[in-house]
T-cell receptor
């Protein structure tokens, strides 16, 4: 089993739709969780951190379920500009180091 | 500087040549990471630096790959005797311990 798994998609949705992505991780000792966004031929950029209590940033909501070892990202009222690849990142600590593991990403296409 | 910078932005080389890629992290960030990303693929972890030491080299694909970091700042990734399968975008990221990573724009390496 891969350490971090995501459905690669693509998710093809109309503007205004609500879309949700899940990401599962295998290491129960994982400590930090993030969603990154990567546009075509660009570097990844942080979208939001994911906290145990769940967190919201405008149209974006992230949740963490430690018992089931998954994180989710919900995007409401999708915009054309939301089209991108969304990367799930799980970080574990090991001997004072913090090693992030990236999922392969979920592709989102928002169409008019 | 304002962000992570990498040079060169593009590098075309012939098979068998050595190449050196450079990364300038954000000032004060102690952690530095190298990844590579082939077209349409996810991020492949290569190596991680904490200060000048590399506690995790597990991702380096072969002994042709090496990296160093001096003064807790600039890092170089060297690929010796390049092969066509080394063609990819090489991304560098820096972070404060355990927190979000900031990525550079990457170096696009093409081995002919």
């Amino acid at each position: 089993r891969k350490e971090v798994e995501q459905d690669p998609g693509p998710f093809n949705v109309p503007e205004g739709a609500t879309v949700a992505f899940n990401c599962t991780y295998s290491n129960s000792a994982s400590q930090s969780f993030f969603w990154y966004r990567q546009d075509c031929r660009k570097e990844p950029k942080l979208l939001m951190s994911v906290y145990s209590s769940g967190n919201e940033d405008g149209r974006f909501t992230a949740q963490l379920n430690r018992a089931s070892q998954y994180i989710s990202l919900l995007i409401r009222d999708s915009k054309l500009s939301d089209s991108a690849t969304y990367l799930c990142v799980v970080t574990r600590g090991r001997g004072g180091s913090y090693i992030p593991t990236f999922g392969r990403g979920t592709s989102l296409i928002v169409h008019p | 500087g304002a962000g992570v910078s990498q040079s060169p932005s593009n590098k075309v080389t012939e098979k068998g040549k050595d190449v050196e890629l450079r990364c300038d992290p954000i000032s004060g960030h102690t952690a530095l990471y190298w990844y590579r990303q082939s077209l349409g693929q996810g991020l492949e972890f290569l190596i991680y630096f904490q200060g000048n030491s590399a506690p995790d080299k597990s991702g380096l694909p072969s002994d042709r790959f090496s990296a160093e970091r001096t003064g807790g700042s600039v890092s170089t990734l060297t690929i010796q005797r390049t092969q066509q399968e080394d063609s990819a975008v090489y991304l560098c990221a820096s972070s404060s311990q355990g927190y979000e990573q900031f990525f550079g724009p990457g170096t696009r390496l093409t081995v002919l």
